[in-house]
């Protein structure tokens, strides 16, 4: 992996939950960087040679792009958004497990957490077709 700290793999993950909300507000060239060096995984010196342009100036491209994906869920917030909807999705599933087998109830509750995983896969479909 070539990015270099303790939770590298953290950060490529969040990096590309946030690539998948954020990429329509991205330029080409940052959508390119970030998906050469996070999603599949090139380092800085095969980005700069496919590019024609020098490792630190693809660094500077990566980071800046980076921080404006950071930016942008700063301001708007939809991965926390999704996070918390995940949560709160298992926790309804957790829930409805409990529940006897055939009983209305559990079958409510598993359709409701299937009625809002619906609604938020349309979430995120209208923000990367039309942008945030």
Known sequence: MTVREPDALAK???INMLI?????????????????YFHDDFTLGEIAAESGISRQAVYEHV????????????KLGLL????SLVGWIGKLEETAGLLPENSEARMRLLEIAEGLKQSE??????????GV
């Open 63 to 74: 980071k800046r792009a980076s921080l404006m994906l950071e930016s942008y869920e700063e």
């Open 121 to 130: 896969q349309i979430g995120k479909t209208v923000v990367n077709e039309h």
């Open 20 to 36: 998948d909300f954020y990429e329509p507000l991205l330029t080409d060239k940052q959508r390119t960087f970030l998906k050469y």
């Open 80 to 83: 926390a958004r999704h996070n």
């Open 12 to 14: 490529t993950n969040r």
